[in-house]
């Protein structure tokens, strides 16, 4: 099965490296290969040749209105960051959300969130949140216009972070803030002890956010364990295979990121 990944200075990226481990791991025939695009369209995701595909930054919204078959999650959400390809026909999911929802559930129940960011993977948290029973959840984000229709949904302004945050029991960067070769840190606002920390971005896999929560004391979860967790999900959707995380599949990433 040919894979793919399609989107904006992708070269980073270590999905490649993930799934072609599994590939071997589960003795199947495949390969996964990297595809930058500066635009996308319906006509380049099917001359690709790929059968399966992951969708990143920043055409997840995009590449929703070229599905002939998109899932109840997808038409929630709007965003699709996985695609499998069948006889010129486009089917759509979301995995970033399920991992994400995946990943939170041994700290349930959470009443309170704050997400920051309004792109696809902060319209995949709030997804996951929703559907685990968080009631309230503040995002905060330069754009307040959100495509995420929910009552339990309070949106607020970046200037704002500090004050919203002071009380809740879940923390979330859903933006490239922190990212290596970027100008922008995210400082950690004040926040109560209880509190889960959890940061998208995996490059560097140890952000400052991440490093002055367990400065604090307080759980995090990185976005290693996000990739992975939404690679898991991708590769089940695509092979109907669940692959096992290792820790030596952690190692040999967080190698790579050194």
């Avoid at 996308?40 to 070229?66: D, Y």
């Avoid at 499998?84 to 399920?98: F, P, R, V, Y």
Wanted: net charge neutral; with cysteine.
């Amino acid at each position: 099965m040919k894979l793919g990944l399609i989107g904006k200075e992708i070269s980073h990226s270590l999905s490649p490296f993930i799934h072609k481990y599994w590939l071997k791991k589960y003795q199947l025939p495949g390969s996964y290969e990297f595809y930058p695009l500066e635009t996308v369209n319906k006509e380049n995701i099917l001359g690709s040749g790929f059968e399966g595909v992951n969708v990143t930054m920043p055409f997840k919204r995009e590449v929703v209105a070229f599905l002939n078959e998109k899932d109840d999650l997808v038409q929630r959400i709007k965003a699709v960051n996985t695609l499998l390809i069948e006889n010129g026909s486009l089917k759509g999911t979301n995995t970033d959300a399920t991992g994400f929802k995946r990943l939170i559930q041994p700290n349930l129940p959470l009443k309170s969130a704050v997400v920051l960011g309004s792109g696809g993977a902060a319209l995949s948290s709030i997804w996951a949140l929703s559907e685990s029973g968080v009631r309230d959840i503040r995002v905060v984000a330069r754009n307040k216009k959100l495509c995420f229709d929910s009552s339990a949904l309070t949106a607020y302004l970046w200037s704002e972070m500090n004050e919203v945050a002071t009380d809740c029991d879940i923390f979330i960067n859903a933006t490239p803030l922190g990212m290596n070769g970027g100008f922008d840190l995210l400082v950690l606002p004040t926040l109560p002890p209880y509190c889960l920390v959890v940061d998208w971005v995996y490059y560097p896999y140890m952000t400052l956010l991440l490093t002055q929560a367990k400065k604090r004391n307080l759980q995090v979860i990185d976005g290693l364990d996000l990739l992975l967790a939404q690679a898991q999900d991708a590769f089940y959707f695509w092979f109907g295979i669940y692959p096992e995380t290792t820790t030596e599949l952690r190692q040999e990433l967080c190698r790579l990121l050194d």
